[in-house]
Nanobody, 114 residues
């Protein structure tokens, strides 16, 4: 059974930074295109960043130039570096394959507020 464990969230002021981590256990991590998703209060979960097995990346328009996704296949871990955070980035952040293959983890809360 694949497990996804996200961490690294917290409370940060506007303009601040956070680095999220997601450890994937129980699966062949390296072959999957992985993604970071977020669900803001009252909204649907959305994909914000993706990274292929070869390291190619793509980003949703609202986070382009501010967020960076990366992966370490040796550690079965995918990261999301978030800079210049805005209040509208407040959400629970999740990782999964880009198509949501695995059972969802608990996510990690990111709150951007002064």
């Amino acid at each position: 059974q694949v497990q996804l464990v996200e961490s690294g969230g917290g409370l940060v002021q506007p303009g601040g930074s956070l680095r999220l981590s997601c450890v994937v256990s129980g699966g062949i991590f390296s072959i999957y295109t992985m993604g970071w998703f977020r669900r803001a209060p009252g909204k649907q979960r959305e994909l914000v960043a993706g990274i292929t097995s070869g390291g190619s990346t793509n980003y949703a328009e609202p986070v382009k130039g501010r967020f960076t996704i990366s992966r370490d296949n040796a550690k079965n871990t995918v990261y999301l570096q978030m800079n210049s955070l805005k209040p509208e980035d407040t959400a629970v952040y999740y990782c999964n394959t880009a198509s949501g293959t695995f059972p969802w983890g608990q996510g990690t809360q990111v709150t951007v507020s002064s």
